[in-house]
């Protein structure tokens, strides 16, 4: 027997949080491996995100998260850190921005909750693996190197992760307070 109308989107919604952790690994690798041709494909997984979403109005308000990092990549890019064509960071890593900053919702919320020490830590390490990856799948350039690249993104993961969170907690408590 299968479930139908708001048992389904019940059940959907109790298991929110391993939809969201997949759906934001499926955008890295199309990110990682297909870049610009993921693009559309990137899309339709954020879409589905706020069709499943049993809070799309909070997750709204965690773009800006996005709207953050996204600009972090651009400042790199200016500084010359990072290597792109036309001086904008791509549009699939903008995207990419969008489905992490998701996470802080969902799947990484319990990030929040740790002691700033260990958000620092997180970042320093779990930031420039990400970005070491997408350096050595082409994904990404740099004009710098790869020593300095590896170490540039640790340092800026080791104050972004924890400002992230931070916002991430604003966010979600201001939307407590609000629906109150």
């Known amino acids: 027997m299968t479930q139908t109308g708001p048992?389904?989107?019940s059940l959907i919604h109790r298991y929110f949080n391993v939809i969201n952790f997949a759906i934001y690994q499926a955008a890295l690798l199309l990110a990682l491996f297909y870049q610009h041709s993921a693009v559309n494909l990137m899309l339709v997984l954020l879409l589905m995100h706020?069709?499943?979403s049993p809070s799309r109005q909070q997750d709204m308000r965690f773009m800006l998260l996005a709207l953050i990092g996204a600009t972090v990549d651009q400042v790199l890019v200016a500084i010359n850190?990072?290597?792109v064509d036309n001086g904008?960071?791509?549009f699939y890593l903008v995207l990419l921005w969008c489905a992490l900053a998701l996470t802080f919702n969902h799947s990484l919320r319990w990030i929040t909750t740790l002691r700033p020490f260990y958000i620092m830590l997180t970042g320093f390490i779990s930031g420039p693996l990400s970005y070491y990856a997408a350096l050595k799948t082409g994904a990404l350039e740099t004009h710098i190197s790869t020593a300095s690249?590896?170490?540039t993104y640790a340092l800026v993961w080791l104050v972004l992760l924890p400002l992230l969170s931070h916002l991430a907690?604003?966010?979600t408590y201001d939307h407590r307070i609000s629906h109150e």
Do not use: W
């Open 81 to 83: 850190v990072l290597a």
């Open 169 to 171: 907690q604003v966010i």
């Open 88 to 90: 904008i960071i791509p």
């Open 149 to 151: 690249y590896v170490v």
């Open 50 to 52: 706020f069709l499943l």
């Open 7 to 9: 048992a389904k989107m």
